[in-house]
């Protein structure tokens, strides 16, 4: 059974304060790493996906990596307006179900200034 | 072009009472499929199908069917609302293969 863990929970960052949130994965042969931006009271918007070790995307302030193990979403100079629910995802060669995600529970961030 | 259309997006209903939540897409996506979000516990999927007349179970079925006869349509059918089934449900399509979902807005469902 594919699995997601994110840490931590919440993290509370000044404006300017570079930070990194972590996504743990055991998954049936990786498929693609996702990562997601969630609003209040709204959908989670796709940031990137990621499919091998080694693999970085980056847009605007957000780097996310992947190791054979964990992905981290690395935050540089964060504004106000980055403060949102980060969730990650996977989907595993074998899971089946067509394009099945199995989510983490997501880590809450939030940049003050 | 509106992405994926979800309605509506606030109900309450009383327990065992049925409703149907609606989802629309217009990105001629093969993949559709339900998740509910509860606090805690992230977004699990309901159902989820991969193309017209083509629909399977997830990690939480019970309690609710769904069908789909056009490649744009994925409704949600609750048969006999219960109180644990009081929770935001989101709607989510996607192209086949390693690709991200876009995702309804979705719909705040309060079951007393």
């Known amino acids: 059974e594919d699995q997601v863990t994110q840490s931590p929970e919440a993290l509370r960052l000044q404006e300017g304060e570079s930070s990194s949130l972590n996504c743990s994965y055991t998954v049936s042969g990786l498929r693609g790493l996702f990562w997601y931006r969630q609003d209040p009271g709204k959908g989670p918007e796709f940031l990137f996906t990621?499919?091998?070790a080694g693999e970085e995307k980056e847009k605007e302030r957000l780097k996310a990596t992947l190791t054979k193990k964990e992905s981290f979403l690395h935050i540089t100079a964060p504004k106000p307006e980055d403060s949102a629910t980060y969730l990650c995802a996977v989907q595993g060669v074998l899971t089946g179900g067509g394009n099945k995600l199995t989510f983490g529970t997501g880590t809450q961030l939030k940049v003050e200034l | 072009n509106a992405g994926v259309t979800q309605t509506p997006k606030f109900q309450v209903l009383k327990t065992g009472q049925s409703m149907t939540l609606q989802c629309a897409q217009d990105m001629n996506h093969e993949y559709m499929s339900w998740y509910r979000q509860d606090p805690g516990m992230g977004l699990r999927l309901i159902h989820y199908s991969v193309g017209a007349g083509i629909t399977d179970q997830g990690e939480v079925p019970n309690g609710y069917n769904v069908s789909r006869s056009t490649t744009e349509d994925f409704p949600l059918r609750l048969l006999s609302a219960a109180p644990s089934q009081t929770s935001v449900y989101f709607c989510?399509?996607?192209?086949?293969?390693?690709?991200?979902?876009?995702f309804g807005s979705g719909t705040r469902l309060t079951v007393v």
């Open positions: 989510a399509s996607s192209y086949i293969g390693a690709r991200g979902y876009t």
């Open positions: 990621l499919y091998s």
